[in-house]
């Protein structure tokens, strides 16, 4: 079945530095792949989304690009921030007619001032 | 705040006990799903509704049950808990039926905690 595997954490790094997180997934068909933050005691929201091939979905100053080829849906930031701080999900939804949601297991983001 | 509401926050029982936990969608959100959040498991796909009827189904366990009700509420059942049950249960809402279009919204979450 469709699958979504992203790099181990905790991630730490300090203020201002440059953020990946790898996501990788394996799917049939033609996935959307999302990028969901969760902020300690609250509820996963999405931070950008990608519905094809090639498409880059930002927000926030993160970004992340739909590579078909790799199958690999790359969180990227520029310059983190310790408001940043938080568990981040790769997910992708299955190319059915349903609204289903497979993440990955998560990575937590620590950022240091 | 993402409008989406999960009732009780918090919640303590013994094994082989029954809870409810109860979800109100964002207004006008038709579709409501349920996914459980573990430390061994991650997060998992429970069960989607669109407008009262189940629209996917996915690891949710015989023991646990869930209706979305005319006002497009929704509840969840866990019964006979074990242990293992011990998770936070999270309900999200969404206008359509498919992520694509329609943002998913997630409430805060319910804790269950079996003992």
């Known amino acids: 079945g469709d699958s979504v595997t992203q790099m181990e954490g905790p991630v730490t790094l300090s203020e201002e530095a440059f953020l990946t997180i790898n996501c990788t997934y394996t799917?049939?068909?033609?996935?959307?792949l999302f990028w969901y933050v969760q902020y300690p005691g609250e509820g996963l929201q999405l931070l950008l989304k990608a519905t094809k091939a090639d498409d880059k979905g930002s927000n926030k100053g993160f970004e992340a690009t739909y590579r078909k080829e790799t199958t690999s849906f790359h969180l990227e930031k520029g310059s983190v921030q310790v408001s940043d701080s938080a568990v981040y999900f790769c997910?992708?939804?299955?190319?059915?007619?349903?609204?289903?949601?497979?993440f990955g297991q998560g990575t937590t983001l620590q950022v240091k001032p | 705040d993402s409008g989406v509401t999960q009732t009780p926050k918090h919640l303590i029982t013994a094994t082989g006990q029954r809870v409810t936990l109860r979800c109100s969608p964002r207004?006008?959100?038709?579709?409501v799903y349920w996914y459980q959040q573990s430390l061994d498991q991650g997060l998992q796909f429970l069960i989607q509704y669109y407008n009262g009827e189940e629209r996917a189904k996915g690891n949710i366990l015989e023991r646990f049950s869930a209706q979305q009700f005319p006002d497009l509420h929704s509840e969840l059942n866990l019964s006979s808990l074990e242990l293992g049950d011990s998770a936070l249960y999270f309900c999200a809402s969404s206008v359509g039926v498919r992520p694509t279009g329609n943002t998913i919204y997630f409430g805060e979450g319910s804790w269950l905690t079996v003992v």
């Open positions: 997910a992708l939804s299955e190319a059915s007619n349903t609204g289903k949601l497979i």
């Open positions: 207004s006008g959100d038709l579709s």
């Open positions: 799917a049939t068909g033609y996935p959307s």
